[in-house]
């Protein structure tokens, strides 16, 4: 008896030492642009897990897009398939706060016992998460438009590489001498599909606006929208910008064929790999059609909780700080292009401090950061649908089948429709 007794008391240490000293917490995370993020989000939720034992991160199926997220977001909530945490695009919060689905931040905010300054969080890089004064999320990527250019094909156009361009009037005119060099060779990339955002480069460029101020009137075809369309049209007619796919002008740019490509900050370190060694790649700011009062959106994601369990809801609150904190950005930063939206990582050489000197390419999209505005999130419930408005009569300018006022007014006119309507 004595035997067995031992046995029971043996087998009741072995099983005690053999559980975690605390219950794991499983919490299942959803992001979009796989070809962005995918090695950033596995490295910070490597190093999540060596710090927090007892949390453990499981990924849902990512989407391609910022636009796919939030649907798809949006059609599981209220089922078991919506994820704990997602990271949904800066200009979809708003449409995703009007249906209540993040989780407000404040009172996390409230009860956390070091400042959100204290951990590198400045009132200017929450407030690009909040949707009406509420924290519905901490951003996590952000990035500005920048200017991709060819230096060897600027050379050869009779270009200085060590002067790119600064405003629209000499990319025009560099873009048509590189077209010029023939040898299957286009001049410009300026990647307007997909969605809002470059072209609310050139409008906020513009100084203009997407909507008036108390929201209830389209304002993107006013002087400062037509500029913006405007300049699209002379790409094509002036610079003989072709009418790309986005892979494909992504395709021709890293092959060398092309001489200027416009997009985001994000797609830097993609770039510089897919390049290679195959050109003498730079980087610059993208011109502004108002150089006083042109700005530039804020282009990225935030991420954000969804959870209402208790226990799961202070895991995802740790991780989320965690990705967007200093150590999330030290990742970030290096391993896409985006711009640092945590200050302790900018500013300590523990993170970032030293990174922009030995990598001088992600200086345009730093230096930029004064310029930055929120991404316009359009009211209502249609916001992917106005998106798309914009982009489909962006293309009719492209593939010139329309004048930029016809495509500016027709754009106008369907926004203006797709808009919540005012009493």
């Not at 708003?94 to 959100?116: F, L, T």
């Not at 008036?212 to 002036?238: H, W, Y």
């Amino acid at each position: 008896m004595k035997h067995f007794t031992k046995i029971l008391t043996a087998a009741a240490v072995s099983m005690m030492v053999a559980l975690p000293a605390h219950a794991e917490t499983t919490i299942t995370v959803h992001y979009p642009m796989p070809g962005f993020f995918k090695d950033v989000m596995d490295t910070i939720s490597k190093k999540f897990m060596e710090e927090n034992p007892d949390i453990k991160i499981q990924f849902a199926n990512p989407s391609a897009t910022y636009e796919e997220g939030i649907q798809t977001i949006m059609r599981q909530v209220g089922t078991a398939e919506m994820p704990d945490v997602t990271f949904i695009g800066l200009n979809r919060l708003r449409m995703a706060d009007e249906r209540n689905i993040p989780v407000d931040m404040g009172p996390m905010i409230a009860k956390d016992k070091q400042s959100m300054a204290d951990q590198g969080f400045s009132d200017t890089i929450l407030k690009l998460a909040q949707v009406n004064g509420k924290q519905v999320g901490l951003a996590f990527a952000t990035s500005n438009p920048i200017m991709y250019y060819n230096a060897d094909l600027v050379k050869a156009a009779g270009g200085d590489p060590d002067q790119p361009p600064k405003t629209w009037d000499e990319v025009i005119t560099l873009g048509k001498k590189i077209k010029a060099l023939g040898n299957g060779v286009d001049s410009i990339d300026f990647r307007w599909q997909g969605d809002d955002w470059m072209f609310s480069a050139l409008l906020f460029g513009a100084g203009g606006t997407m909507l008036s101020a108390d929201e209830t009137q389209v304002a993107f075809n006013g002087p400062e929208g037509q500029k913006a369309m405007g300049m699209i049209d002379r790409l094509v007619k002036e610079a003989g910008m072709p009418v790309f796919t986005k892979a494909a002008g992504e395709q021709a740019f890293v092959a060398g064929k092309v001489g200027f490509a416009f997009q985001t900050t994000g797609a830097l370190r993609n770039t510089i790999k897919n390049v290679g060694d195959k050109f003498d790649l730079r980087t610059a700011p993208i011109p502004l059609i108002d150089p006083v009062k042109g700005k530039l959106p804020t282009g990225g994601n935030a991420v954000v909780i969804l959870t209402h369990d208790e226990t799961k809801q202070a895991a995802a609150w740790k991780f989320a700080k965690f990705a967007a904190g200093p150590y999330g950005a030290s990742v970030v930063v290096p391993g896409t292009g985006y711009v640092p939206n945590n200050e302790l990582a900018a500013k300590s050489p523990e993170y970032l401090g030293d990174f922009y000197k030995k990598n001088p390419l992600f200086l345009a999209g730093l230096n930029q950061m004064p310029r930055m505005i929120p991404w316009y999130a359009f009211p209502g419930a249609n916001g992917v649908r106005v998106t798309q408005t914009i982009v489909d009569n962006i293309s009719r300018v492209v593939d010139q089948s329309a004048s930029p006022q016809e495509a500016l007014d027709d754009a106008a006119k369907e926004v203006k429709r797709l808009l919540p309507r005012t009493n």
